[in-house]
C-alpha cells in the first residue's frame, strides 16, 4: 500500500516531511521507499508480525551502511535516502509469492526476518522509476491475521499504537507502521540509534485501546498523520510511545 503522512507531532513549525501544507519538499524530485512482503498462499505470515517486520526493515535501511555517509566515504545507497528524505515521506507496499518473491530478492535490497513474516526493503526509487520486478507486484491483497492475540507490549521498548478507529489492510499499516519507526528514529541521537540497532531494534505494534489512543493522540510524542490518499480519511495513524526507553540500551 501507498502511504504518505503529512504531519507529526511534536514538530509543528518547520520544513517537516510530513506537514500538509506545500513548501519546498514538494518541489523536489519525488522518491519512495518500496517494500515488499512475501505472502504465500499455504503460509502467510502473522499479521502483528508483519507489522513489525516491516517497522525493523525501514530501520534496517536506515542504519545500514550503504545509506550512510558522504562524499567519498558515501554508501551506495547514500544518494537515493538523502533525495528520498529531502522530499515528502513516501513508502510503498506490495507482495509477492513464489518467483516473484526470488525475482524481488535478486535486487539490491535487505531481507528483514520476523517470527513469520518476511519483508525486504530497497533503496528509494523515483515515483515513476520502479524496477519492473517489482512493479508489476500486487499492492492488492495483503490481508493478513493473528492466530492469537498478541501478547502484552514489552514496556521496555518502543510502541507503535494503532489508531483503533481505522480498519485498515495489513499492507496500508505496514507502511503506517515503518512511518512511525522512522519517526522514532529521527528523534535518537547517533549512540542511541547505535545501540537500538545492535539490539535488533526491540519494538511492538499493538492496537490501542480507544481512551488509550485519545490520551496518546493529545501528548508531546511522534505522530502519524496519513494524506488520505487511499484506504482511509486524512488523520492520525500512528502515535509511537516511549521512544525514550531506547536511550537506556546505550547506557
Known sequence: MSSDPTAVDPAPEGDSPFRSERTVRDEAPQFVLPLVVRIEKAAPPARTDALETAARAVLTILSDERSLGEGESAGEWAQAMR???????????????????????ALPGITVTGKSAEVRVFPPVPLDGWPKELARLQVSGTDLEDPEPPVDADPTAPVLWLNPDLDMSAGKTMAQTGHGAQLAWWELSEAERTAWRDAGFPLAVRTAEPSHWRELAVSAIPLVRDAGFTEIAPGLTVAVEGVDRVRSLAR
Open 83 to 105: 533525495d528520498w528524505q529531502d522530499a515528502r515521506i513516501r513508502k510503498v507496499l506490495r507482495r509477492a509469492r513464489g518467483a516473484e518473491w526470488r525475482r524481488a530478492e
